[in-house]
């Protein structure tokens, strides 16, 4: 039987620039912590059994020796096929509802995948979003598109939702965790893009091996972040 797939997680690629204080604050002073992932498919996960990102990160924050005794949560609010406009209508009632200390807001698949969407609408969603959690005691950290064979037959629109999604993130000093950079270094690094995906017809979704390590790279990016990030001392 061959040997599993190393995870190459290239720390150099998805660091986030910024902190997390808010989470940091609360893993510091509460027992029960809550994360909420918030996007399409690739966050709600699919019928092809391929367990998506948010219960795996759950379990990789609960079993970190450093959090123990906390009880983390990572609530799934993924809807699959939407796209920022669409979560823009329900992120009062599925994110700021609960009352998160971070928010994984994962976005632009469907943006892609999606002809009918257009980059204005998109942008000016994906914006609104962010300008009601920005007043909010919680982190953001947006994560852009996976890289597939779909995503991958439309690089001109790809690379322009992609830059769009960067550059809103930078101007609202929000961290982006790059997905889609991560996953095209696996394809530069020798990882055939077929491999990437679960083997469906549309060839969208990722698989089993490329979603743990898009996990993991996420989960040590979060990590990172933490490790950088100054709490008061009171």
Not at 40 to 48: E, F, K, P
Not at 84 to 97: L, N, T
Not at 142 to 150: L, N, R
């Amino acid at each position: 039987m061959p040997e599993p797939r190393p995870c190459q997680t290239h720390p150099e690629i998805v660091k986030l620039e910024h902190g997390l204080p808010r989470f940091a604050a609360a893993l510091k002073r509460q027992r029960k912590i809550k994360v909420v992932a918030f996007g399409s498919s690739s966050t709600a996960g699919t019928r092809d059994g391929v367990q998506p990102y948010p219960p795996r990160l759950e379990t990789l924050l609960r079993r970190q020796d450093q959090f123990f005794g906390r009880l983390i949560d990572v609530v799934n609010r993924g809807v699959g096929g939407q796209e920022a406009p669409e979560e823009f209508s329900r992120i009062e009632a599925d994110v700021v509802a609960e009352a998160p200390a971070l928010v994984i807001w994962q976005v632009g698949t469907n943006a892609i995948f999606k002809d009918s969407y257009n980059i204005a609408e998109v942008q000016a969603t994906f914006e609104a979003g962010l300008d009601v959690l920005a007043v909010l005691p919680l982190d953001v950290v947006v994560m852009d598109s996976q890289f597939t064979q779909a995503i991958a037959n439309k690089p001109k629109r790809a690379d322009d939702f992609m830059s769009m999604i960067a550059q809103v993130s930078a101007g609202r000093n929000v961290n982006l965790f790059r997905r889609f950079a991560l996953m095209k270094r696996w394809v530069a690094d020798g990882i055939p893009l077929p491999e990437l995906d679960d083997g469906k017809e549309n060839n969208l979704h990722t698989g089993e091996w490329a979603t743990g390590c898009i996990t993991q790279a996420l989960f040590e990016a979060i990590i990172d972040a933490l490790a950088r990030t100054s709490t008061p001392t009171t």
